[in-house]
């Protein structure tokens, strides 16, 4: 790895490290292609980069101390590899790539991403959607489950006796296989329907999104406002499967769902 001040930087400026690239390319007369990379929610590993590429120039480095106090952070860095030129710009969260031509900063960008990059992996926690009216729009607000749900089968015989997780199990294996249906449960109050309903928002936290309408929210929404809801949230969440469950009465509880 080594250190080069060939270039002339302004650190105050915005784009202090691009407008050098760009100056010291349109002069020498060569073209230029600029590659972002598009994910954000992860974590780039720039230490293990500059020690993959020995022969790399670092044209720049700048380090800041992070909100809390406690320690440096690399927040901007400019590479150049060898051979045709090509320049590996890091302003965090973004990274760039520019090359001679665009098939070239692609291909760079990709072998960077597969080796240096890490995405964030997001648990899926259960949560169900509250629908209701946000100034005269339908909208719907993310309501974590906290309490404690079924997860063990002494659970569900403990609740609703032996020979309860054959039902269950058939319910899950429906939901996942049929694109679309509706599923009624039905007991006096008290008697366990809305505890299933957050085992089933636990078990089908991955492939299904749960949904609700209050009563008195329901009364207020037109046919057309909830077409375009469901358009707009089925857009959000292509590969899962929309659940909305209805309370009809004290006794029921309806669960329609469509992918």
């Keep these: 790895m080594k250190f080069s001040n060939h270039f002339s930087f302004n650190g105050a400026e915005d784009d202090w490290f691009f407008a050098p690239v760009l100056k010291h390319c349109i ?17 780039w590993d720039l230490d293990a980069l500059l020690e993959t590429f020995p022969d790399v120039e670092v044209l720049r480095r700048y380090e800041d101390v992070e909100s809390n106090g406690s320690e440096l952070k690399l927040k901007r860095l400019l590479l150049k590899l060898g051979g045709d ?27 960077l991403a597969s080796r240096f990059y890490k995405p964030k992996r997001h648990r899926n926690k259960p949560t169900f959607h509250i629908v209701c009216q946000e100034y005269g729009e339908t909208a719907s607000t993310a309501v974590p489950v906290k309490r404690a749900f079924l997860r063990k089968v002494e659970d569900f015989e403990l609740h ?38 957050r085992a089933l928002i636990w078990q089908l936290r991955r492939s299904h999104r749960f949904y609700t309408i209050p009563l008195q929210e329901f009364t207020r929404m037109t046919a057309s406002d909830l077409t375009s809801f469901w358009i707009d949230e089925k857009n959000s969440c292509e590969k899962q499967t929309i659940v909305l469950v209805l309370i009809r009465h004290s006794n029921s509880l309806h669960l329609f769902y469509r992918a």
Aim: proline share 5%; charged share 25%.
């Design 27 to 43: 002069d020498a007369g060569k073209p230029l292609a600029i590659v972002e990379h598009s994910l954000r929610e992860g974590e």
């Design 85 to 111: 030129p090509c320049f590996v710009l890091w302003d965090r969260p973004g990274m760039y790539v520019l090359a001679s031509d665009g098939d070239a900063a692609r291909k760079i960008m990709a072998q």
């Design 160 to 197: 609703y006796g032996a020979g309860f997780m054959a039902f269950h199990e058939h319910l899950v294996a429906r939901m996942k296989r049929v694109r679309q249906g509706i599923a009624v449960l039905r007991g006096e109050p008290g008697t366990g329907k809305t505890t299933y309903i």
